[in-house]
């Protein structure tokens, strides 16, 4: 798992808040840059804020630079947007990563039995602030930007003021909203939603069961359900692009495809559906008797409901199993979805052929998930979807 939180060994001065790292001191702009020095050189004059990993070359600047000392700090791209909070950095973008990803708050409406990022109540507003620049750094060519909580339209206008500010940022850049979708009830907010984001913009939104009362047990709220179902009408209603998440657990893996043909029957525009395997963090932890179930228990439910989509012409993929664990006759619709920074492969894994198209295990899962790997030999790639 990729470290992104990083204490400084020895620092100078305050040079707190949002910045990019930058590699080539010509690149260099004081209030927005920090500059990297692996080893020790002379340092321009107009250069005033600076990381390294070099202790003489903290000790010479220190009383006049802006500095920060790391024992080690192989994780630092050049390119990559941290934030700095005294002795502390915390990596907010890569650009080698697989995914870039601006998490808006921490506050949830859902208490989830599964939910890998627990809600918090602490006033967070100053990742607003904090959005806002990252959005103004970010590579201007970004294909995909994710935004994620906690509940991210808990912030309501601020929600729609940073939309707008990606909208302006990065007019091409795809918005992946990972929602609730209880908000969208809303059918004015909705409605500014659309007029802000246009066709660029996708919520994904988690529909657990086609019972009502059980997908609101799930997600440990009253009402969810029907407010998030009258979200994606309104959604429809104005164009917003919608996908549906399904996290596979104890509690629903009998229900998938029931809960592939309710979205058939009442929710048809969805342009994509996820079945998506735990996380075993936060919340999953402390619910495991009630939601780990066995991935091969639900292999033949996974297939089924694969089954069902294919028949009603759904968009489906399976996200964060190994191929292995999966129907070999659906492994096609696996993608590789799991985040670089915590995605990890077995020992095992070394031995498969299909370890290149496999998504591996998120690393809270291997845990539960390496007991179970089998090696798959085969010469055939998969290319093509079951007939």
């Not at 040079?15 to 920090?34: A, F, L, M, P, S």
């Not at 069902?308 to 489906?316: D, G, I, M, P």
């Not at 996200?319 to 659906?330: A, F, G, H, R, S």
């Not at 095992?348 to 295990?361: A, F, I, P, R, V």
């Amino acid at each position: 798992m990729l470290n992104l939180l990083h204490k400084a060994d020895l620092h100078s001065t305050n040079i707190n808040g949002i910045r990019k790292v930058i590699y080539n001191k010509d690149e260099y702009i004081e209030g927005n840059h920090v500059f990297f020095l692996e080893t020790y050189h002379e340092i321009e004059e107009d250069i005033n804020t600076i990381l390294t990993t070099s202790e003489k070359l903290f000790n010479e600047y220190k009383n006049e630079k802006n500095i920060q000392y790391f024992k080690k700090l192989n994780e630092i791209e050049d390119g990559a947007i941290v934030r700095i909070e005294n002795e502390t950095l915390f990596i907010t973008v890569r650009p080698s990563s697989n995914a870039t990803t601006l998490f808006f708050t921490s506050k949830c409406n859902h208490y989830c039995l599964m939910c890998s990022e627990p809600p918090k109540t602490e006033n967070d507003d100053y990742l607003i602030t904090d959005n806002m620049k990252i959005i103004e750094l970010l590579d201007k060519d970004l294909e995909v930007i994710g935004i994620s909580g906690g509940e991210p339209t808990l912030l309501g206008d601020n929600f729609i003021k940073i939309i707008k500010k990606i909208r302006e940022e990065l007019p091409e850049t795809t918005i992946r909203v990972l929602t609730n979708g209880r908000a969208y009830s809303n059918e004015k907010f909705v409605k500014k939603l659309a007029n802000t984001a246009g066709d660029y913009l996708i919520s994904e939104i988690p529909l657990y069961h086609s019972y009502y009362a059980k997908h609101d047990y799930i997600v440990q709220s009253k009402n969810a359900f029907f407010e998030t179902i009258n979200g994606f009408y309104n959604c429809a209603k104005y164009g917003l692009r919608t996908d549906v998440r399904v996290v596979l657990s104890k509690q629903n893996y009998n229900n998938l495809e029931d809960l592939m043909y309710f979205i058939y029957k009442n929710i048809p525009f969805v342009e994509h559906i996820a079945l998506m395997g735990l996380e075993y963090i936060g919340f999953a932890v402390n619910n495991l008797e009630d939601i780990h179930i066995n991935p091969l228990v639900y292999k033949e439910e996974v297939k089924n409901a694969i089954h069902t989509c294919r028949k009603y012409s759904l968009n489906v993929s399976i996200y964060n199993l190994p191929l292995c664990l999966i129907d070999e006759k659906v492994r096609i619709y696996a993608q590789q979805s799991i985040s670089d920074w915590k995605n990890e492969f077995s020992n095992t894994c070394n031995q498969c052929d299909m370890k290149k198209e496999c998504s591996g295990m998120f690393t809270s899962t291997k845990p539960y998930f390496n007991h179970l790997l089998v090696p798959i030999k085969t010469n055939i790639s998969i290319t093509n979807k079951e007939e």
